[in-house]
């Protein structure tokens, strides 16, 4: 965000940022984070994750540093699970290739997991009843005038994002 509020970048495909008298979001989509595993981890079978055990599991997370890590920790503690062991990685292909070699579990958006699951080489378990979602969009510095161009940007990845909320597999 600090390269919108500098004027170094007119526009950002972004997730919703936190309240911001210097922002404006447009809202896209919304994606939910599961728990990513093996396909024979035991919580696959009952769909959830299994607070009672979380501090069995090595957790491979995105790094403290990413927008998305502060959200999984706020989360976690409002449903009262802490865990003793994780690890901060920052690209999420190595993320899943380590859940993959049975490294440990992990915490992603379930699109970037899909074709690891349909392929059944990974597989997602809900956190909790309640989920933990994400909104995508694009944000743009607050009271700056979009363009013709920059509004038929913001509406064309609008309705992309709605038409693949609509159609995703998982």
């Not at 090595?58 to 706020?74: A, E, G, H, R, V």
């Not at 899943?96 to 699109?111: H, S, Y």
Request: charged share 30%; glycine share 6%.
């Amino acid at each position: 965000f600090e390269m919108l509020r500098s004027n170094k970048i007119d526009l950002a495909i972004t997730l919703e940022p936190e309240k911001s008298e210097d922002i404006e979001f447009l809202p896209w989509f919304s994606d939910e984070l599961h728990v990513v595993v093996t396909p024979d981890h035991p919580w696959v079978e009952q769909g959830w994750m299994n607070k009672k055990d979380v501090h069995e599991q090595n957790f491979i997370l995105q790094d403290k540093k990413s927008y998305t890590f502060p959200l999984i920790m706020d989360y976690l503690k409002s449903e009262g699970v802490k865990f003793s062991s994780f690890v901060e990685i920052s690209d999420v292909e190595t993320i899943k290739q380590m859940i993959k070699e049975g490294v440990g579990i992990g915490i992603l958006a379930t699109w970037a997991v899909e074709k690891e699951v349909q392929a059944g080489e990974l597989a997602t378990v809900r956190l909790a009843r309640r989920k933990l979602s994400r909104i995508w969009g694009v944000s743009s510095p607050k009271g700056r005038s979009l363009s013709n161009t920059e509004l038929a940007f913001a509406r064309i990845g609008e309705e992309v994002g709605c038409n693949w909320m609509v159609h995703r597999k998982i």
